[in-house]
């Protein structure tokens, strides 16, 4: 027996309730089915919004099975819809377990598949070059054996994949060579194109009713888009629901800005000086094309000088600072002026002298990768070096390995108002974090959405009679001049609190120091419970170690916020150090600050405090992941209490019950 679906929306779309009903056929056809009145009423919302091809936002707390909500209307609709998502893992687990649970349990045929960017698939014609080279070893070495396995692979896979295969076969040196990358791709004139992984997943894409995509592929997607000289990623759309919409944002923020990468830059120019040697090297090459490659090397040597600049006025430091005024400004104008003759006249020359020499047995696949990132470099470095448009924020940061310029648009809602939401076709977006007091105003408005129906559908989850949330009054404000303090009085308030738990605790930080900090500290006491930190290991190992070593406790930051799903006792508690504030002295916030207060706008309560509910309800959903879950939520900010502000963060948290008293927290879990 199996569900029957509509073959579409009736007119009263409340006839689609009785689906999900507790007396409804799914529960008859499914005796673990849990009927949740916040996914039915999410339910219908999606599939008015399907049906009228609306805007809608949805908030659906812990526990409400959106994804189900969400697929049956796409389904019903049978319009072509993109799922985006945020994560990964929720990628796979919508592909493996909720539209396999669809197919299983209701007469509907539909076709869904995994798309991904396209660094995720083998090169094809990648992987052959290698081989020959592999091939012709005569002293095999270890590198040798392990393409040896990574050949047996690409006989059995289907999907071509990099993903499954092993840490060991992704050590082989040359492995970084084999992904399938825009800028070598022969398009339809590679002789492998027929077989190739990356047009196999796309033509099954475009085949599909329902493609899973994530918010980067969607968002490359969209750009592209709107650049008439390239081709689109994804095929053309009815539909689009984007899962984790809350981080919708921060990912068009990257993809939206103009970027330039100093060591990037200097590979290139490694790469193209390689070829300028082949080239005079070979008996094929005229003299006069020799002449010309002679003349191109110095203004190679003048862009690295320019690159060299950076690297010296900039590596190692890490913080972001603003680009303009920039530092040595003289000697900035000298070599920026040769850097643009630079990237004004290279592409030329290369073009003219393949075209017209034949730039001597170099084949065109070697040009092109060159020609089409120093483009890009031109357009990147030319807009950043104008510093003409006030919508963006110029800045610079660099590592021990690298020096990075950006321009980042302060306000990414008119490029998504633009290029996304002003299109009529239905658009979801939904998170189980969206809203600041009960509303969604802050949420569209950095999005730029516009006339969209607003949603907030609650957890079925009681927080009030699970959870406990502690809040220690005693401990010193997490200020700037009370960071060192904070950092040493939240040890033995930490070690109180894991000996109570038995460990089997989240504990989340807001900085890397912090971390290293208390973890280094914490290591020192004697205790029964293994501690795991992020940074030690892959985070889906480290995860998994958590959810099977009972008792133990995780460290991390803010990687580890969102998108840890461990239900049972293996996490009773999740601690957090202090209201994840924004860093206010990144280049990005001081101009989002200078945008706000012109507008007459209150920084602190515009920005600040609903990036910070949002990130702490983020954190705090790590808990409650089944109806039986009970546990601690603990933040050891004391500003939530004896300050305003606080206790305004602290209504928009979950209805847990609220405690100061530690003796509390121990009897609360000596009745669990």
Not at 30 to 56: C, H, N, V, Y
Not at 553 to 561: D, N
């Amino acid at each position: 027996m199996v569900v029957p679906l509509p073959n579409q929306f009736p007119h009263d779309l409340r006839e689609l309730r009785t689906i999900l009903d507790e007396n409804g056929p799914l529960s008859k056809q499914w005796t673990s089915f849990e009927p949740r009145s916040s996914q039915q009423e999410m339910f219908l919302e999606a599939a008015r919004a399907f049906k009228s091809g609306d805007i809608s936002l949805i908030e659906a707390g812990t526990g409400t099975g959106k994804t189900l909500a969400y697929l049956l209307p796409a389904i019903i609709s049978k319009k072509k819809t993109i799922v985006s998502t945020g994560l990964k893992n929720l990628q796979e687990q919508i592909y493996e377990k909720d539209l396999a649970f669809i197919r299983e349990n209701f007469n509907v045929d539909f076709k869904a598949t995994i798309l991904k960017g396209r660094d995720n698939y083998l090169c094809l014609r990648a992987y052959h070059i290698l081989k020959k080279r592999f091939d012709d070893v005569v002293a095999p070495t270890e590198d040798h054996f392990s393409f040896k396995e990574l050949s047996r692979w690409i006989d059995h896979t289907e999907s071509g994949e990099l993903d499954e295969l092993s840490s060991f076969i992704k050590l082989v040196n040359p492995f970084d060579r084999l992904f399938s990358k825009s800028d070598t791709c022969m398009g339809q004139t590679c002789k492998y194109s027929a077989q190739c992984f990356l047009n196999q997943a796309r033509k099954k894409a475009k085949d599909a009713s329902i493609i899973l995509v994530n918010h980067h592929l969607f968002l490359a997607d969209l750009v592209i888009r709107n650049n008439q000289s390239q081709v689109s990623i994804l095929p053309e759309w009815d539909a689009v629901i984007f899962d984790e919409a809350h981080l919708l944002e921060n990912i068009a923020t990257q993809y939206f800005s103009f970027n330039f990468s100093a060591k990037d830059f200097l590979n290139l120019l490694y790469g193209f000086t390689q070829l300028i040697d082949r080239a005079k090297s070979s008996i094929l090459t005229s003299e006069d094309a020799k002449e010309k490659l002679e003349n191109i090397v110095p203004i190679i040597e003048d862009a690295s000088g320019y690159a060299s600049i950076l690297l010296n006025n900039y590596q190692n430091k890490s913080e972001e600072q603003r680009l303009w005024p920039f530092k040595d400004e003289s000697e900035w104008d000298d070599k920026s002026k040769k850097f643009k003759l630079f990237l004004m006249t290279l592409s030329s020359k290369v073009e003219d002298l393949s075209k017209r020499t034949g730039l001597i047995n170099i084949e065109s696949e070697d040009i092109k990768p060159i020609i089409y990132e120093l483009i890009d470099c031109s357009k990147s470095l030319e807009f950043i070096y104008s510093n003409s448009d006030p919508s963006y924020v110029y800045q610079v940061k660099g590592t021990k390995e690298d020096v990075q310029l950006a321009a980042i648009p302060i306000n990414v809602a008119p490029y998504l108002s633009d290029k996304l939401f002003s299109k009529k076709k239905t658009i979801i977006l939904t998170s189980a974090t969206m809203s600041v007091k009960n509303k969604m105003d802050y949420f569209q408005e950095k999005l730029g959405i516009e006339g969209a129906s607003p949603n907030i559908f609650p957890s079925p989850y009681d927080y009030q009679n699970r959870t406990l949330l502690y809040i220690p009054t005693h401990l010193p404000p997490p200020t700037t001049e009370n960071n060192d303090k904070f950092t040493s009085a939240i040890i033995p308030e930490l070690i109180k609190l894991l000996s109570i738990t038995k460990g089997r605790a989240l504990v989340l930080f807001t900085s890397h120091s912090r971390l290293d900090k208390v973890h280094a500290a914490i290591t020192t006491f004697r205790h029964p419970f293994r501690i795991y930190k992020q940074g030690e290991a892959p985070r889906s190992d480290l995860l998994d170690k958590f959810k099977k070593d009972m008792g133990s406790v995780l460290m991390a930051t803010t990687s580890f916020w969102q998108g840890v799903d461990v239900p049972g006792q293996s996490l009773s508690a999740v601690i957090i150090d202090k209201i994840p504030f924004p860093r206010p002295d990144t280049p990005l916030s001081e101009a989002k600050k200078r945008l706000i207060e012109s507008e007459g706008g209150n920084f602190f309560n515009t920005f600040f405090m609903p990036e910070a509910i949002i990130l702490l309800k983020q954190g705090l959903g790590r808990l409650l992941r089944c109806k039986t879950d009970k546990g601690l939520l603990a933040i050891l900010d004391s500003r939530l209490i004896n300050a305003n502000y606080g206790k305004t963060i602290v209504k928009n948290l979950p209805n847990s019950s609220p405690t100061n008293d530690i003796e509390r927290v121990a009897g609360f879990f000596q009745d669990i």
